[in-house]
Antibody
Framework: EVQLVESGGGLVQPGRSLRLSCAASGFTFDDYAMHWVRQAPGKGLEWVSGISWNSGSIDYADSVKGRFTISRDNVKNSLYLQMNSLRVEDTALYFC??????????????WGQGTLVIVSS | QSALTQPASVSGSPGQSITISCTGTSSDVGDYDYVSWYQQYPGKAPKLMIYEVSNRPSGVSDRFSGSKSGDTASLTISGLQAEDEADYYCSSYRSRRVMFGGGTKLTVL
């Protein structure tokens, strides 16, 4: 059974940093691209970033480009999101999601339960 | 503003059919057959209902179907049931990125 467990969320002041993690199990992690998708309170889904199986292809939404960095450790079966220069509008539930292929195909069967990031002074 | 446009809400009575539209551009919905649909209940992770325009994952009811014409994709739910009341999101691949619609709240009357 695929399991994706996010962690690292919390309350942080604007301008500060936070690092999210996603621990994966139940599948061969280094075969698949992975993504972060977020959802602000009461709002819709927003794709944040994706990384290919070998980290050779990385992409970001315009809203986070230059501030967020996605990475993965295929030995530890983990996905990360380093979030710098956080803004109030980054407040959201952050989901980790597994792509069905090694490169972005844009759809996800498997999702984590999310980790909540609140950016507030 | 969301990259893909969905109606904010739709409603229908039990047993009826409803269709939710998802309008993109020639750079996303119109250019790729990587359109998917998700169902989401409050406080829960999204659930994939349709992928690659019209394919249903294992375990998803055949009451759910997807289609696409030009830059617009559609999700049809037939034989509406009370449990179908939820938020629905479309998404599309676009040049190594993923775009989501703003979401549609389905109310079963």
């Amino acid at each position: 059974e695929v399991q994706l467990v996010e962690s690292g969320g919390g309350l942080v002041q604007p301008g500060r940093s936070l690092r999210l993690s996603c621990a994966a199990s139940g599948f061969t992690f280094d075969d698949y691209a992975m993504h972060w998708v977020r959802q602000a309170p009461g709002k819709g889904l927003e794709w944040v970033s994706g990384i290919s199986w070998n980290s050779g292809s990385i992409d970001y939404a315009d809203s986070v480009k230059g501030r967020f960095t996605i990475s993965r450790d295929n030995v530890k079966n983990s996905l990360y999101l380093q979030m710098n220069s956080l803004r109030v509008e980054d407040t959201a539930l952050y989901f980790c999601a597994k792509d069905p292929r090694g490169y972005t195909s844009g759809w996800y069967v498997d999702w984590g339960q999310g980790t909540l990031v609140i950016v507030s002074s | 503003q969301s990259a893909l446009t969905q109606p904010a809400s739709v409603s229908g009575s039990p047993g009826q059919s409803i269709t939710i539209s998802c309008t993109g551009t020639s750079s996303d919905v119109g250019d790729y057959d990587y359109v998917s649909w998700y169902q989401q209940y409050p406080g829960k992770a999204p659930k994939l209902m349709i992928y690659e325009v019209s394919n249903r994952p294992s375990g998803v009811s055949d009451r759910f179907s997807g289609s696409k014409s030009g830059d617009t994709a559609s999700l049809t739910i037939s034989g509406l049931q009370a449990e179908d009341e939820a938020d629905y999101y479309c998404s599309s691949y676009r040049s190594r990125r993923v775009m989501f619609g703003g979401g549609t709240k389905l109310t079963v009357l």
